[in-house]
């Protein structure tokens, strides 16, 4: 479980500028990305895997 507050993230302007060779002027790309923040609250341990018991269909399908 995660705890996000309403204000936990930002929205950040990321800008690219570049000069081709071929090119008499520059080119300049921007992105907006979105970062999210959030605090673990609360974990839940995986249960540990148990063979399943014997049966017999099992036995017939030869697995046990």
Known sequence: ?????????????VGHSDWPDDSN?????TAHVRISVAELEHTVETPV????????????????
Do not use: Q, Y
């Open 1 to 13: 479980m995660f705890w996000t507050a309403e204000t936990g993230g930002w929205l950040v302007k």
């Open 25 to 29: 002027s520059p080119t300049t790309s």
């Open 49 to 64: 895997a148990e063979r399943p018991a014997k049966s017999r269909l099992r036995r017939a399908l030869g697995r046990g």
